[in-house]
């Protein structure tokens, strides 16, 4: 099977593909081949690389694949990405631009090449916001079909519980309308699925009357990270639903875009966000600024345009190791062992540890509306180190060691944006088994030729 597949591979003929597809084809060789993923260490080296220009071109990938043995894999801005190579065609989306923002409906139809950022802009005018990410630089899409765990989660659910519909282009070729009235076994599968049914060209999803909020970021010394995260967990279970927060341990390094405070040292935020009246969340965080003196205060009424302030997460491309849980709770005990691990007195080589609160308006959802699972989860534990000089050899033994000094407190389940990973052992433990189940058929249904059978998909 495997050497009739590469056989099939070497006879590809990359004239026919660029016949059949409207869009740019670049081969190795090409000058517009290289695509970085936004973790440079994952390494991507395609058959070839396709700027699609529509539903049309990316059906005929999917069509030249399953003709000549191949995979078909999707970029977009790269976050998230696994590892592919010569026997896969990645799909670029970059020239699927559109974006329209509907007022009355207060709806926008988006492309899949679009970040959050443009979306963000174009609604703000409007009083109008989408329920984002963290980092509104990151692929609208890509978020989407693996559900979206925003800064405002808690308050306002899942990105992926505020879409309107989908058009995708399955493993077969086909191009369809998924959404609650159409499709609707695609529409609950795509949005937290990743791409294991089909690649997404557009969206349509609700925009919320929201022009600001409270919130940002309090970043303590890291000599009472032991008072700050002791106080945060005891802080969290008298917050209200409306209420989001993380707390993060942080080594940043001296360079540009750092602020200087920050640099070079421990430090530990304290992340927060709120819709309610300034005063009113002020009152709330209260008791987190008299922790200790804050060597930075950056929390205050914000436009919603300014929402990756709370995160701050980085912009560039860089080499990491990661890794993520799902805690059951939170305990003292937890903030214990992730203090052994990564507090001030080890020298981690960790670049971030943070404990992201969960519950709220995700809990509260109806668990069977879409693939996302495990949404009665306590909190999400999110560990990075920067595989650079001098640290990288001691990077991923220090983020697996403080994930199973965690493993008490999990039950082993993750978030699928939070698992960059082909291995299916891994991806499995982002569902329930029935969500998993019912994705494989759909996958079996939508993909005969198992096209999409690379990455981070069910099957």
């Not at 020239?95 to 009355?104: E, F, N, P, S, W």
């Amino acid at each position: 099977m495997t050497t009739e597949s590469a056989r099939r591979v070497d006879r590809a003929d990359i004239a026919a593909l660029r016949s059949s597809v409207r869009g740019e084809v670049h081969r190795p060789t090409d000058a517009g081949y290289e695509t970085i993923a936004f973790n440079v260490a994952v390494s991507r080296r395609p058959w070839a690389v396709i700027d699609v220009l529509d539903a049309a071109d990316v059906a005929a990938v999917m069509e030249f694949a399953a003709a000549n043995g191949m995979t078909v894999a999707v970029h977009a801005t790269g976050h998230g990405a696994t590892e592919i190579d010569g026997d896969t065609l990645l799909v670029r989306t970059r020239r699927l631009d559109g974006l329209h923002v509907d007022a009355v409906s207060r709806t926008t139809r988006v492309g899949a090449g679009l970040r959050w950022q443009a979306v963000i802009d174009a609604a703000a005018p409007l009083g109008l916001a989408p329920v984002c990410g963290s980092a509104p630089g990151v692929g609208v899409v890509g978020l989407l079909t693996g559900a979206g765990i925003g800064p405002m989660v808690r308050a306002l659910g899942s990105s992926a519980d505020h879409v309107r519909e989908f058009t995708v282009v399955t493993g077969d070729g086909r191009v369809h309308r998924a959404a609650p009235d159409e499709n609707p076994e695609l529409f609950w599968g795509l949005r937290g699925g990743k791409g294991t049914l089909g690649v997404v060209v557009e969206t349509v999803i609700d925009l919320l009357p929201l022009r600001g909020f409270y919130g940002g970021a309090l970043y303590f010394d890291g000599d009472d990270a032991a008072a700050v995260l002791h106080a945060w967990r005891v802080w969290t279970q008298t917050l209200p639903d409306d209420v989001d927060t993380s707390v993060a341990l942080l080594r940043l390094p001296e360079m540009p875009g750092v602020p200087p405070m920050l640099a070079g040292r421990l430090t530990v935020a304290v992340r927060f966000a709120s819709l309610a009246d300034p005063d009113t969340a002020a009152g709330v965080l209260a008791p987190m600024r008299a922790i200790a003196q804050p060597v930075l205060d950056a929390v205050a009424p914000m436009p919603y345009a300014a929402i990756g302030a709370i995160h701050a997460d980085p912009t560039d491309p860089v080499p990491v190791c990661e890794d993520s849980a799902l805690l059951r709770e939170v305990t003292a005990d937890t903030v214990v062992a992730l203090l052994d691990e990564a507090g001030p007195t080890v020298p981690s080589p960790l670049l971030m540890v943070e404990i992201r609160l969960l519950g709220g308006a995700l809990a509260h959802a109806d668990a069977a509306h879409s693939a996302l699972s495990h949404r009665d989860a306590a909190a999400n534990v999110q560990v990075v180190g920067v595989l650079a000089p001098p640290i990288a050899d001691a990077v991923p033994k220090a983020v697996s060691s403080l994930i199973s000094a965690l493993a008490p407190f999990s039950d082993g389940a993750r978030l699928p944006n939070f698992t960059a990973s082909s291995d299916p052992a891994v991806i499995a433990r982002c569902y329930d088994d029935d969500t998993r189940a019912w994705l494989g058929a759909l996958a079996r249904q939508y993909d005969p030729a198992d096209v999409l059978a690379v990455g981070q998909v069910v099957r």
